[in-house]
């Protein structure tokens, strides 16, 4: 009934704030007693609803609460005050961002903060040490949004550093460190709102606990958490980008699978973010995921994959010089390899089909239509048409291909010609020559029974690439070229068909 009660009370509050408000005022300061509980939550609830607000009630608040700290122990009392301040120190917070739309006239930072800090100190020194699990949990959250505060005035930020340490010590104390996550996270946007630096000391353990909880394979994080605890990592690296980037660098080296993989992608998070701060150590942070590239770990190199992607993806203009597209031929290589060594008796480990599907994909997946993704891609790509071991990746390979090729011939493509001329010679000079890659692609073709969909791809790729072949045969594969596709395209779909009925017959 009383919590009933006090959803009522907030809702009424949308269009009689000021009779709802003062109503509890009085219950917070009669007689100097604690009040009834749900009092208490409904003070935070309001907060919560109507940050703004409630600003010219924040003094007043803050005044008569302190007035009851010495009364308050452990349990639900404490519970509930803490809720109040976490909510009303969150509101102040919100006022700071937003103090146009606030309809009182303006307060100063400074008066906030002395209001706060009394009893900021108070939750210090008297409900640290508390021992219950709910208890913890309350007071890491009213803590770090009152830190979240005090982070404004730089002669309270000394104190905010102290209680940060705290903070990140609270992930081996509470049972149920969500909260903890979410504080901290709070506490970093706060800092990157005010611009403050991290100290030195202070990144360092952030990014340590931060990455100990992702990378502690006794306890999983949901994909909720494991995404604010990345966040964190985000939001540190922007304020901080290279003492975060050092860290990871380190991880990858630290011996530890789960570390490593971690730190991969979070490298790759960084990387797709492609925020101004970190876009200047993008280059640091490829040289450091090279490092692991030939990690004896599936699972490794999985993750430096997957930062392949988010690399690619990002749209950085400042990545395009590096050849990280090699490595995704490398990978499948390596794994295709280890296949054919085994001749009729080789079987494919789980591993190495994952692995090799996720090559195919990042390459079936590139967006070519970034800027600076022909001078990136087309030397290099044509190159991988030859070699027998990249057969496998003739389909992808063909698309990517094909869509550059679109994009040069497009009309008005004068942006695509620049990039073109800006490939240098000796990248020029490896392009395979005309009649070698018509010769290649014919092979391919004329071998259907071994990959339908493989020659389908090898007939697109001869279609688009005529010109570059021999000027002549537009005219004629326009025609030809079109009823190979449609006769191959039919055998694929009877020899599916065929399997499909081999297989049913079996059943």
């Not at 409630?54 to 009392?77: E, W």
């Not at 949901?222 to 966040?231: D, E, I, N, P, Q």
Request: charged share 20%; aromatic share 6%; glycine share 6%.
């Amino acid at each position: 009934v009383k919590t009933a009660a006090s959803d009522v009370l907030v809702a009424l509050a949308r269009s009689h704030f000021h009779f709802v408000m003062s109503e509890l005022q009085s219950h917070l300061k009669a007689m100097g007693k604690v009040p009834d509980e749900t009092v208490l939550l409904t003070l935070g609830k309001m907060a919560h609803s109507y940050a703004l607000r409630c600003i010219p009630f924040v003094g007043m608040t803050l005044l008569a609460l302190r007035a009851m700290l010495s009364q308050v122990g452990s349990g639900r009392i404490l519970r509930a005050v803490c809720s109040v301040l976490e909510q009303w120190s969150k509101g102040v917070n919100a006022y700071f961002s937003s103090q146009e739309q606030c309809p009182f006239p303006c307060k100063g930072v400074a008066q906030f903060c002395e209001a706060i800090y009394p009893v900021f100190r108070y939750a210090v020194v008297n409900w640290l040490g508390c021992k219950e699990e709910k208890d913890k949990q309350a007071v890491v959250g009213a803590v770090a949004a009152m830190m979240g505060v005090l982070l404004h005035e730089e002669q309270y930020q000394k104190h905010v550093w102290e209680q940060l340490f705290w903070l990140l010590h609270q992930y081996r104390e509470v049972q149920d460190t969500s909260q903890v996550t979410k504080s901290l996270s709070y506490v970093l946007e706060m800092l990157e709102g005010v611009q403050t630096p991290i100290p030195q000391g202070t990144a360092l353990a952030i990014s340590t606990a931060v990455h100990g909880q992702l990378s502690d394979v006794t306890k999983e994080p949901g994909l909720t958490r494991k995404a604010v605890l990345s966040r964190c990592i985000m939001l540190q690296a922007r304020m901080c980008p290279k003492e975060t980037v050092v860290f990871l660098h380190s991880q990858l080296s630290s011996g530890s699978e789960a570390s490593c993989v971690v730190a991969l992608g979070l490298l790759g998070a960084l990387a797709h973010a492609d925020a101004p701060p970190t876009r200047e150590k993008l280059p640091q942070v490829v040289e450091a995921v090279q490092s692991v590239c030939n990690h004896p770990s599936a699972q490794v190199r999985r993750a430096v994959l997957e930062f392949i992607r988010e690399l690619l993806s990002s749209g950085s203009q400042s990545c395009w010089a590096w050849d990280v597209v090699g490595h995704i031929f490398i990978e499948f290589s390596r794994t295709s390899g280890r296949l054919v060594a085994g001749g009729l008796f080789a079987w494919e480990s789980q591993e190495d089909g994952a692995l090799r599907a996720l090559c195919m994909d990042i390459l079936g997946s590139l967006d070519v239509s970034l800027r600076g993704m022909t001078k990136l891609l087309w030397p290099r790509l044509l190159q991988y048409v030859m070699p027998a071991q990249y057969s496998g990746m003739l389909i992808p390979l063909s698309r990517c291909l094909r869509a550059l090729v679109e994009r040069q011939e497009r009309a008005g493509c004068k942006e695509e010609e620049e990039e073109m001329d800006a490939i240098d010679s000796q990248e020029q000079a490896q392009l395979p020559a005309p009649q070698t890659l018509l010769a290649r692609l014919l092979v391919v073709v004329a071998a259907p029974y071994l990959s339908g969909k493989r020659a389908v791809a090898a007939l697109q790729l001869l279609q688009a690439l005529h010109s570059r072949i021999h000027r002549a045969l537009g005219a004629v594969w326009a025609t030809k070229i079109p009823l190979l596709l449609q006769y191959l395209e039919g055998e694929v779909q009877l020899g599916r068909e065929g399997l499909e009925g081999r297989e049913g017959g079996r059943k």
